[in-house]
């Protein structure tokens, strides 16, 4: 069984029911299964970067059942199995098998190989403008399926950055850990076909920042049957009491979809002043001075880290030493980037009214004698 697809890439196998399977006979051999993904690979598998989904189809319960090992997760019916490019199941390194079961009937055998998988996709705009600090933003979350396969069961996960949810639904969870910043949806019961869209009704509502600059949010979506997925899910959290969310089948809507979801990036109609304290440095000549740049946030709004400072020093005046920073334990680094004729320097996120001040050392032969 192959499938020329890349990195995630999924096979399932629909069993129907199968002779010369081992359940409580030992003196049977295995039935074992074999994929991969149609692409040479050199220098053995490869990383475990695919799913291999098993399923019994239904007329066949009573006569199969799957047996899983690790990298499987599910049950007896419906089997997920993380693997390589190239999964052997007789080689000895566990995932899942099908079986007979114990009751000794002897059954007729069918196999039914599907190719392909439901891919899962999120309308994930770049950004959003124009929104006034302190509004509510009404945002929809729209999913569409490009795979082969239907997506059987949908879960949604929301993280938030500078925003608030404005209400919490009845079937979502929040975390309490996150801070009410991230929710997660499941619908179980979803079936989204090749090629349709689905549109969760009503839209998810956010309050935005009064203070803030910009903020963000991360829409993600994934197949419930495909597994939990490297992330994982997040768990636990409280159900909300707002209205249940509802997936409804829609026309495709025009815009950027992201394969799994990704982030839109909020700019409020707001700004931010900043000013920089001038300097003048005197002396005699071959002498050093330290000099002092602070930054002021005017407001109205909080930029982040957004901003930097460049300054140039004046001609004939030779930086030789600079604040550092600690980018790991006992490792410093130039806190600002040397240019040919400027040094770039980041500005921390500044509340309005808030400084952030830089001493240098500088020397010179040039320095002008005090008046």
Known sequence: MKRTAGVGASATLLLAALTSCSGGATDKAPFELSAD??????GGSGAVDHTLTVDVLPGAKAAVVLHKSRNCTGST??????????YDGSAGSGGVSPVADRSGKTVTARTKAVVGEPVVEVLTPKSVGGVRPGAAL???IVVRNTGEMPVRGLVLEVGLEQTEFEERHANCRYPSFYKGHITVCEFPDLRIAPGQTVTVQPALRLRTSKT???????????ALDMG???????????????PVLRPEATATKKGTYA???GWTHVVLDTHADYSVSGVNL???PDTKRTSKLTVRNNGPADAGVTEQLVFSPPLGLTMVKQPMREYDDDAYEPYCERGAYAYTCDIN???????????SRCASATLAKAP
Do not use: I
Not at 228 to 242: E, K
Not at 349 to 359: D, M, V, W
């Open 138 to 140: 009404s945002e929809p």
């Open 349 to 359: 996120a500044l509340k309005p009214g808030k400084t952030q001040t830089s001493r």
């Open 228 to 242: 939990p997925g490297h992330g994982g899910l997040v768990a636990g959290g409280d159900h909300g009491d707002g």
């Open 77 to 86: 019916t419906h089997v997920t199995c993380e693997v390589s490019s190239k």
């Open 259 to 261: 394969k799994g979801g």
């Open 282 to 284: 005197y002396g005699a």
């Open 212 to 222: 803030q600059m910009y903020a963000s949010f991360n829409s993600e979506a994934r």
């Open 37 to 42: 993904d149609g692409k040479a690979h050199t």
